[in-house]
T-cell receptor, first 112, second 114 residues
Framework: NAGVTQTPKFRVLKTGQSMTLLCAQD?????MYWYRQDPGMGLRLIHY???????AKGEVPDGYNVSRLKKQNFLLGLESAAPSQTSVYFC???????????FGQGTRLTVV | QKEVEQDPGPLSVPEGAIVSLNCTYS??????FMWYRQYSRKGPELLMY????GNKEDGRFTAQVDKSSKYISLFIRDSQPSDSATYLC??????????????FGAGTRLAVHP
């Protein structure tokens, strides 16, 4: 039982490159979230999904896209990376009717 | 003004000390209050959860919520070096439109030295 797994754990991108972050969960949770964590800013919601095939914008969605084609996977895409997207990205899942969020280990992304 | 304010610290205490961590908030709709612990280079994990006002105790940890003052606290008794981590408060008004919006504080970094 792996819980929430994020891939990759580290990545360095050049400005303008694209990449996809993968979040996979084996807990059958309905809700999935992508956050970014920056010093002094806490966790800020980028996009979220309330179920397979659904996505919605969070607090800081610009420059990111997401997809949830399968219930267990939530993908975060950066089409054209910018230095301002240097951050630690966390995926979280939430079972329906519950407030305890389960987080992945994070992806450290540096855009140079 | 941020919805949730939390002093980032860092807070350094000797082993065995009582630690007090706090958050204030502005949204009176918040009903669920949580404390997450995050070790270095790891994801946050839920430490304490409280619904509405009151106290909740779990071992060395006590969470308090004062909704009238919009103030929540986490107390750690007999602190240990293994408690060294960043503590994030989080709050929610519950599910609305199928979405549970969790608002996090910036996190307080705690160091407990032997």
């Amino acid at each position: 039982n792996a819980g929430v797994t994020q891939t990759p754990k580290f990545r360095v991108l050049k400005t303008g490159q694209s990449m996809t972050l993968l979040c996979a969960q084996d807990m059958n949770h309905e809700y999935m979230y992508w956050y970014r964590q920056d010093p002094g800013m806490g966790l800020r919601l980028i996009h979220y999904s309330v179920g397979e095939g659904t996505t919605a914008k969070g607090e800081v969605p610009d420059g990111y896209n997401v997809s949830r084609l399968k219930k267990q996977n939530f993908l975060l895409g950066l089409e054209s990376a910018a230095p301002s997207q240097t951050s630690v990205y966390f995926c979280a899942t939430l079972p329906e009717g519950n407030t305890e969020a389960f987080f992945g280990q994070g992806t450290r992304l540096t855009v140079v | 003004q941020k919805e949730v304010e939390q002093d980032p610290g860092p807070l350094s205490v000797p082993e065995g000390a009582i630690v007090s961590l706090n958050c204030t908030y502005s949204n009176s709709a918040f009903q669920y209050f949580m404390w997450y612990r995050q070790y270095s280079r790891k994801g946050p994990e839920l430490l304490m959860y409280t619904y509405s006002s009151g106290n909740k105790e779990d071992g060395r940890f006590t969470a308090q919520v004062d909704k009238s003052s919009k103030y929540i606290s986490l107390f750690i008794r007999d602190s240990q070096p293994s408690d060294s981590a960043t503590y994030l408060c989080a709050m929610s008004a519950g599910f609305s439109g199928g979405y549970n919006k969790l608002i996090f504080g910036a996190g307080t970094r705690l160091a407990v030295h032997p």
